[in-house]
């Protein structure tokens, strides 16, 4: 069973910067692709980013692509999202969220029903 906790989030103005991240435990976390997702008051979970278990692939929304960065550091067993000039449109809460990948290593899912273990997710605020 592993376990996920986000950290890193806040109140920002627009324009600013956060970096989330997220410490897994209980399993191994190289095992897994890792993926951040975000979810609005009122609206759907949504995919954000995510990183493959090797070689460092990743995928972005079309609404984040240039602004965020995901990054892995397996020797930490921690993920990061680091965000750059953000919008309030971006104010959510953040989840991130583990996806076993077996084979190679380079999946990298975006939906939310690929992954097996979530996170309880830390707010973002992001003023105009």
């Known amino acids: 069973q592993v376990q996920l906790v986000e950290s890193g989030g806040g109140m920002v103005q627009a324009g600013g910067s956060l970096r989330l991240s997220c410490a897994a435990s209980?399993?191994?976390?190289?095992?897994?692709?890792m993926g951040w997702f975000r979810q609005a008051p009122g609206k759907e979970r949504e995919f954000v980013a995510v990183?493959?278990?090797?070689?460092?692939?990743?995928v972005y929304a079309d609404s984040v692509k240039g602004r965020f960065t995901i990054s892995r550091d397996n020797n930490k067993n921690t993920v990061y999202l680091q965000m750059n000039s953000l919008k309030p449109e971006d104010t959510a809460v953040y989840f991130c969220?583990?996806?076993?990948?077996?084979?190679?290593?380079?999946?990298?899912?975006?939906?939310?029903?690929?992954?097996?273990?979530w996170g309880q997710g830390t707010q973002v605020t992001v003023s105009s």
């Open positions: 209980g399993g191994t976390f190289s095992n897994y692709a």
């Open positions: 969220a583990a996806a076993v990948a077996s084979g190679g290593g380079t999946r990298t899912p975006i939906e939310t029903y690929k992954y097996n273990y």
């Open positions: 990183i493959s278990k090797n070689y460092g692939y990743t």
